[in-house]
Every structure is written in structure tokens, then in C-alpha cells.
């Protein structure tokens, strides 16, 4: 067991440290009667501070004055990244940006650099089609989240590595694009969501066992494992897509630094019920119960993006149905192999405890964290 722990280490350091997935939220409005456009574009100061000497005092920390005085690098560095190009029927016209004026703001996930920006496209548009570059070269793993407003309808698109430009248009093709891409954006949310994940993870370990005379037995059949999985996942998937279209329409609103350490609760609990299981015999009702907290943390990334009921329709499923592939391809990956090992000594006396004490480390790490 002792290597066991040795191992785990390099893991648990490296999770424990990760942080929030890096999204930044790009607002834009325009008139169908007026070339001027103008907008909004949160960026977290840290990842800012992957292109841009932020600190310049190297003290660890990011003050008011040192972001202003980046200001000229923010207008020729980061907007410079991006370009938007006006669509007026059969004709488009470059819109000329101008960051206007610099303020803070603080998001779920700590404190962004919001960009003011201001500019004229030309033309009166029906629709823009915005070339979006900020980061790639530095994290691959970003994403850029867009709300379009015009003439007072919603349009939003996605940007990642791999679709870094989007034509938003008042049509059916564009509302289709929007849809895949939050339902992208729902997978990558579920998959680099370590403490969502972890969570799963807590109560799939056991979902291939059975609890009988003071230990773990393997279960009997594969049906047994199933119907056990089954009603795990489907709790949980009721009660997060539950309250995260609560908690992204507005009708329930917490304090992100007590979502956030209350998902972390979740996994040490869910660890805690595998080192004592005879306490927690129903892993389907944690499940059910915790789902509720998991789901007002989904519904973070769409909440930044300032949705209004208008346009929250097409993100909301698209953006669900994403976080439920990524549950889905997570417990299609572990649960198969955890049959196939659920009668071994390793997976009942080794795997399923020392994983489990790992697991409520890291969670007892982010708790002190997301707490202080």
C-alpha cells in the first residue's frame, strides 16, 4: 500500500493545484439601423498575465495600478487578436475596435480584466463574423464564450482551438452552430472538472461491489453492477441539470465561494462513504442529494455570460447535454474495467480505499482553499 501512496502523490499535488478551466466572456452589441458596435471582454487576470508582465514587482500579486499600466499593451496586444468583420447582405465591412476604457470585475473563478470596447463597422450589420485568436498559442485548452445582442435577440457562439472563427447570423445554420458548440463546451467543462469528476468517481468505485459481513464482495452479476450504476448517475443527473437551469435562469443565486466549497464537501463525503461504508448504504441517494450543489457549479459558465431569457435556450440544453456525454464517457471508461476487477484483492483491499483516501485529500485541499 505504501507504493501505492508514493504514487499517488505526483497526482494529488498536481490536481490539487490545477485551476478553473480558462474561459473568457466576450459580449457585443449592435443595431441593425447603426454601424457602431460596442462590448464588453472579460479576461481573468491570470491568464493575461501568460502574455502580459502583469506583476511588475514580482510580489505574487496582481494590483489596480499594475493593470493599468498595461493599458497600451491591451489595446496592441490582446484586441489585436481579435477581429470582426461586419455582414450587411452581400456585403461586409471590417469593424475598427477601441478599447474604450479598463475595469475590474470579479467572476466565479477570481478577478478578470474587463476590456470597454467601442468601434464602428462601416456598415449597418445583420450579423458579424468574428476571427478569435487570444491565447491559443499559450493554452491550448481555452475557450472564449460570445453573447451577441441585436435589435433585442440573443445570438451566442463558442471559441476553441480548433473553431476559432464563427459567422453569427439571425438563421437556423447559426443557432445549430451555437448549440454543437456549448454542447463541446458541456464535455470540456465535465472532463477537466477534476472535483466533478472525482465525485463520480467516489460513487462508481463501489458501484461493482457489495457491502456484506464487515467487507467488500464483488457483485454478483453484471446486472447487479448495472442497476447500481444506473441509479447512481441517473440521480445525479436529474438533480444537476435540475438546478443548473435554476441557477442559469437566475431563480436560485449563491455565493460562488460557497458553491465551490460545497462541491468540495461533496467528494470528502463521497470518499468518506467508500472508508466507511456501512454508514452510507444508498450511494443513490448522495447522489440525488448532491447533485443539487454540482449542478449550480455547472451552471458558472453560462451564468459569466450574462444570458437573458431570450437567447439562455439553445447554450442551456446544448451546454447540459455536453456535461452528460462527458458523465457518460467517464462511466462507460471506469466502470467496465472496475467489473472486470471488482473480484481481484488489489481492486477490493487496495484500489478502492487508498483511491478513496487520496480522493478526500485533494477534496480537503480545495475545501481550505475555496473556503479561505
Not at 471559441?159 to 464563427?166: I, V
Not at 447500481?228 to 443527473?237: E, H
Not at 435556450?313 to 472496475?338: D, K, M, S, T
Request: glycine share 8%.
Amino acid at each position: 500500500m505504501k507504493w501505492l501512496l508514493i504514487l499517488a502523490l505526483p497526482l494529488l499535488s498536481s490536481l490539487c493545484l490545477a485551476h478553473k478551466p480558462s474561459d473568457s466572456y466576450l459580449i457585443l452589441e449592435t443595431r441593425s439601423d447603426s454601424p457602431d458596435i460596442s462590448g464588453r471582454w472579460d479576461i481573468a487576470l491570470r491568464d493575461l498575465h501568460l502574455v502580459l508582465p502583469l506583476d511588475d514587482n514580482r510580489d505574487g500579486a496582481i494590483t489596480w495600478g499594475e493593470l493599468q499600466r498595461q493599458i497600451p499593451n491591451l489595446a496592441s496586444q490582446v484586441l489585436s487578436t481579435l477581429s470582426i468583420t461586419a455582414i450587411s447582405g452581400e456585403q461586409t465591412s471590417p469593424c475598427t475596435l477601441q478599447l474604450d476604457q479598463l475595469q475590474a470585475s470579479d467572476h466565479v473563478d477570481g478577478t478578470y480584466a474587463s476590456l470597454q470596447l467601442r468601434g464602428e463597422c462601416g456598415v449597418s450589420p445583420d450579423g458579424l463574423e468574428v476571427d478569435y485568436q487570444f491565447l491559443f498559442h499559450k493554452d491550448p485548452n481555452h475557450h472564449g464564450l460570445l453573447r451577441l445582442q441585436q435589435d433585442g435577440s440573443e445570438l451566442t457562439a463558442t471559441f476553441s482551438n480548433s473553431q476559432r472563427q464563427q459567422r453569427i447570423l439571425t438563421d437556423n445554420i447559426s443557432r445549430w452552430q451555437s448549440f454543437q458548440g456549448f454542447v463541446g463546451q458541456g464535455v470540456h467543462h465535465i472532463l477537466i472538472g477534476y472535483d466533478h469528476i472525482l465525485f463520480l468517481l467516489t460513487l462508481l468505485f463501489p458501484a461493482v461491489l457489495v457491502w456484506r459481513r464487515g467487507g467488500w464482495q464483488p457483485a454478483p452479476s453484471m446486472t447487479k453492477a448495472l442497476g447500481q450504476t444506473l441509479a447512481i448517475v441517473t440521480a445525479f443527473t436529474l438533480t444537476h441539470s435540475l438546478t443548473l437551469g435554476l441557477a442559469t435562469l437566475g431563480i436560485i443565486s449563491l455565493p460562488s465561494w460557497l458553491v465551490e466549497s460545497a462541491i468540495a464537501a461533496t467528494v470528502a463525503v463521497g470518499a468518506v462513504a467508500n472508508l466507511l461504508p456501512r454508514f452510507f448504504p444508498k450511494r443513490w441517494v448522495m447522489a440525488f442529494v448532491f447533485g443539487l450543489i454540482h449542478g449550480l457549479g455547472f451552471a458558472s459558465v453560462l451564468g459569466d455570460l450574462g444570458l437573458t431569457d431570450s437567447g439562455i435556450l439553445f447554450p442551456l440544453v446544448g451546454f447540459n447535454l455536453g456535461v452528460e456525454l462527458g458523465q457518460a464517457a467517464i462511466v462507460l471508461v471506469f466502470v467496465p474495467i472496475a467489473y472486470l476487477l471488482r473480484q481481484t484483492h488489489f481492486y477490493q483491499r487496495i484500489f478502492v480505499p487508498v483511491g478513496s483516501l487520496a480522493i478526500m485529500l485533494m477534496a480537503g485541499v480545495w475545501l481550505i482553499e475555496r473556503l479561505g
